[in-house]
């Protein structure tokens, strides 16, 4: 046996692994992504997370959605919050500490993906990374969302997707993915069109001797079978307690007529022009920077473009709901911040295999370049204070347990934006608390919800807030109701 076959001994790999630069990458990614947890893990209730822990903790008691607690977003995001209540108690830390463990749940998965797609768990994993940081940028407002755990769940079902797994078992995976965009749907319903895309590409590398038809429609027709499952499941725990007319007007109704206030003098191709530009340009500039760099250097896997027409076939079906619904808010395109971060997330990674190998300069040129690009452009601009003053105010509260800068206090300085505030819901939840006995009847008319939550008060009606009763479509339907 020739010397230049003999393979080196295992005290030699082992330093070859222990001065890969890539462990240095790993180790920063981490702690970018605890470091963002930590942010949000922090953050307060804005008005939308108040109206869905409100209707989460009626369904601990056995009350209803829109029959006995109304609100129009889609079923799923009340299930995601009475989860969090009932595991972790009714406060604004457990909704946070649920969304601080999908987090890390994606970021897991992200790695798999950048495994299978561009050929190096790093690159996935600081892919996570990324979407951990942008996330956290959203602030109390814009997380907390519905679009914030399905995307989650959408990663997880991408990383599902390109799993090896014996043919025997394929159809158990199948299934699954097909039930967490099920999930999807009841989220947000475009969500869950990302698995006809997930499905297509499983017929296609699917290595199988059954005729190419049946090869290609069987995922399709499983994964269809599994969205089906968390849907129907839905739609029976409705019917079974007498809520599904009040469903049926709200979703069907009320919700239609919400969405069409935005189509008016609009195109849908301009509309859906302007989520992509937003999405790809104008959302976050280390999200905009990372997809150019992909674009521009060379040196692409095998499997980069693939992966990246899995990523954009998967995007497509987010993009078109943000384009329907027509808002642009902020939050609408959380979906979809963890796939674009994947290809973010490589870009960086081609990038700093070029400068950081070896080059202490271009290691801190890369350091650089990456933190510039964190705080150039943000999806929210609009929040009190600084960056940097915001992030050093909540770590002051998490890491003092509260004794240097209270909950209040946090809330006060850092949790209002536009008409909201919920230092002064605070306020008047004490005001009434002095003045109502426990089990007291309560109705506000206004767009307060949180202050019901607060006190633990009985709303009087189903209308949490009057939005419903002031609306020029379904009016006198709701003012009926009231």
């Not at 914030?148 to 995976?173: D, E, H, N, V």
């Not at 890491?399 to 505030?421: C, I, M, P, Q, W």
Request: contains cysteine; charged residues 15%.
């Amino acid at each position: 046996m020739s010397s230049a076959s003999v393979p080196p001994p295992a005290t030699s790999l082992t330093a070859q692994r222990a001065h890969d630069p890539d462990n240095w990458l790993k180790v920063a990614s981490w702690i970018l992504i605890a470091f963002s947890i930590a942010q949000v893990v922090v953050f307060s209730f804005g008005r939308d997370q108040g109206i869905y822990a409100l209707v989460a903790d009626g369904m601990l008691q056995g009350e209803m959605p829109y029959r006995d607690l109304w609100d129009f977003k889609p079923p799923g995001i009340f299930f995601v919050y009475a989860i969090a209540q009932a595991v972790f108690g009714q406060s604004m830390v457990a909704i946070r500490v649920l969304e601080g463990i999908f987090m890390v749940a994606s970021a897991w998965a992200s790695r798999s993906i950048g495994e299978h797609l561009f050929q190096s768990k790093t690159a996935g994993l600081l892919g996570g990374a990324i979407a951990c940081m942008v996330h956290a940028q959203l602030e109390f407002w814009h997380t907390g969302q519905p679009e914030t755990f399905a995307g989650s769940l959408t990663i997880l079902a991408l990383a599902l997707t390109l799993k090896t797994t014996p043919p025997s078992r394929r159809w158990i995976q199948w299934a699954v993915v097909g039930a967490l965009f099920g999930f999807c749907f009841l989220l947000k319903p475009p969500l869950g069109g990302g698995a006809l895309a997930c499905a297509i590409w499983a017929g296609i590398t699917t290595k199988d001797r059954r005729q190419p038809l049946l090869r290609y429609l069987l995922p399709v027709l499983v994964m269809a079978l599994g969205s089906a499952i968390p849907i129907l499941l839905c739609l029976l725990w409705f019917g079974a307690n007498d809520a599904l007319e009040a469903l049926k007007w709200t979703l069907g109704d009320f919700a239609p007529g919400y969405t069409a206030l935005s189509w008016h003098d609009k195109s849908p191709i301009g509309l859906l022009y302007h989520a992509l530009s937003e999405s790809l340009f104008d959302y976050s500039s280390l999200l905009t920077s990372g997809f150019l760099l992909l674009l521009a250097l060379h040196g692409r896997p095998a499997t980069e473009k693939r992966g990246a027409t899995l990523i954009f076939s998967i995007l497509s079906f987010q993009l078109i709901g943000i384009a329907i619904q027509g808002k642009f808010f902020q939050y609408h395109f959380a979906a979809s911040v963890p796939l674009l971060s994947l290809l973010a997330g490589q870009g960086y990674y081609k990038l700093f295999r070029r400068w950081a190998i070896g080059s202490l300069s271009g290691s801190l040129a890369f350091a650089a370049l990456f933190s510039a690009m964190t705080f150039l452009s943000r999806p929210v601009n609009d929040v009190p204070g600084s960056p940097f003053q915001r992030m050093r105010a909540r770590m002051l509260h998490l890491f003092t347990g509260g004794k240097a800068l209270s909950r209040a206090e946090l809330d006060r300085h850092l949790h209002y934006v536009s008409d909201y505030n919920l230092d002064a819901d605070r306020l008047v939840n004490a005001a009434l608390t002095k003045r109502l006995k426990p089990g007291d009847p309560l109705y506000i008319w206004g767009f307060e919800p949180v202050i019901y939550w607060l006190g633990n008060h009985q709303p009087a009606s189903r209308f949490i807030y009057n939005v419903p009763q002031r609306a020029r479509w379904e009016r006198d339907k709701s003012r009926q109701l009231l």
